[in-house]
């Protein structure tokens, strides 16, 4: 298979060898109102006054929610998104948010979920053949990358698939290589759980509109979150434009050939449209679009070191790219109010990130998931590179004299910085 054609990428962020600073405080962390038993795929039009306060009390508040500081600069006016939200993805504060715990449909969003549950369980190398029963039960009018029965394709081929054109098909073999859609849903919905996504409820592993099937701006960025700490989630976010594996044919020779194709990034932020530019420092993450979520969009950027995770969910304005447009507009506001809000709550850590389990060695601080298959080796800090992820706030650690300092439980590590992929600009 011919190499996809990435953009060129370098670290952006530059990880310490020391990352001293512990964090003793525990995020407020408070269950999300019980669901009903069927949800209406179709939401209402206004927000329930009782929402989750999982990451803050603010945040479970109907409307926008910013606490302004001296020489903040005061959110965009012309705003339509029903819900929103503003964080730095490494702190996890949350500069701004807007029905941050709405639960509503949430497309190929969705989609980050899925990769972050299923990217560790296959080597990118893994070659699998397609059959029938795999494409089975994909919803009409589903988005397709043209994945095409008894063609074989390499995981590497399935993600980018996933990834840059939302092929609902290339979601339903990666499930039927993990034991089907029916579990797959249920890993996602327990992976969910786990990162206290607790707005979600999965019920098509791609997105795809069903009745029950919620998420929330909040959760969807804790996604987005957990995702980027693995390489292969950050490099196939970010890819923008490869070349996809086609049919198999003979050529005028009569030698078996396998055709392919360029698929493009449907991340109009990342690829640029004829009405929206590229946005600077973009590099991912996901988005979507259907009858019931509207448009959806998650997206991360990186500017002077500082990087933001925005998520934006079915604006009311029916202008062609809006989701884009209104994501740009809360990016180049957090920006420029970083340092100069109080935070209105946190994104919370992964349940496991506050479950100690240090041993008296620096090897004991794991390295990042690469999503190839298996966890990931484990690291010590002192030698992390800039390749080197993290679990989201995680375990706090010191280091001192080349010591590592033993927490309690119940404490976090301020998360290590991930390198981000440098885009080259299309420049037509």
Not at 355 to 366: D, E, G, I, N, Y
Request: net charge neutral; glycine share 10%; aromatic share 6%.
């Amino acid at each position: 298979m011919p190499a996809p054609q990435k953009t060129a990428r370098r670290p952006l962020l530059v990880t310490s060898a020391t990352l001293l600073s512990l964090a003793l405080t525990t995020p407020v962390s408070f269950a999300a109102p019980s669901p009903s038993t069927s949800p209406s795929a179709t939401p209402s039009a206004t927000p329930p006054a009782n929402m989750s306060s999982v990451g803050g009390a603010q945040l479970g508040r109907a409307g926008t929610q910013v606490n302004l500081g001296s020489g903040a600069p005061v959110l965009p006016k012309d705003l339509t998104a029903r819900s929103w939200i503003v964080a730095d993805a490494e702190s996890g504060e949350v500069l701004a948010a807007n029905n941050a715990h709405w639960r509503l449909p949430p497309a190929s969003t969705l989609k980050m979920l899925f990769a972050d549950t299923l990217l560790p369980k296959f080597p990118s190398t893994e070659k699998h053949k397609v059959t029938s029963a795999d494409l089975a039960g994909i919803g009409s009018g589903s988005s397709m990358v043209g994945i095409k029965e008894d063609e074989t394709y390499t995981v590497h081929d399935l993600w980018l698939g996933v990834f840059l054109r939302s092929g609902n098909d290339a979601v339903h073999v990666l499930s039927a290589m993990n034991q089907g859609v029916g579990n797959t849903v249920k890993e996602m919905n327990e992976h969910a759980e786990e990162l206290q996504a607790l707005d979600t409820n999965v019920v098509t592993p791609d997105g795809y509109d069903a009745g029950g099937q919620v998420s929330s701006a909040y959760d969807l960025t804790l996604f987005a979150r957990s995702g980027l700490q693995k390489k292969d989630f950050r490099e196939y976010c970010s890819t923008v434009r490869a070349e996809f594996p086609g049919g198999t044919t003979k050529n005028d020779k009569g030698k078996t050939v396998r055709e392919t194709f360029e698929i493009q990034n449907t991340n109009r932020l990342l690829s640029g449209d004829s009405d929206i530019s590229v946005y600077q420092g973009i590099a991912g993450v996901k988005n979507g679009n259907t009858t019931n979520a509207g448009a959806t969009f998650t997206g991360v950027a990186e500017r002077d070191g500082r990087v933001l995770l925005v998520t934006v969910m079915n604006p009311a304005k029916n202008e062609h790219n809006e989701v884009y447009k209104e994501t740009a507009k809360l990016f180049d506001w957090g920006f420029k109010a970083a340092g100069k809000v109080q935070p209105v709550g946190e994104l919370v850590a992964p349940k496991g990130a506050a479950q100690t389990s240090a041993q008296p060695s620096a090897t004991a601080v794991a390295g990042e998931a690469d999503g190839s298959g298996g966890a990931g080796s484990a690291k010590p800090v002192a030698a992390s590179s800039a390749e080197d992820g993290s679990s989201g706030v995680g375990i706090a650690f010191a280091i001192t004299g080349g010591l590592l300092v033993l927490l309690a439980a119940g404490a976090f590590l301020i998360n290590r910085r991930w390198p981000l992929p440098d885009l080259v600009r299309r420049r037509r």
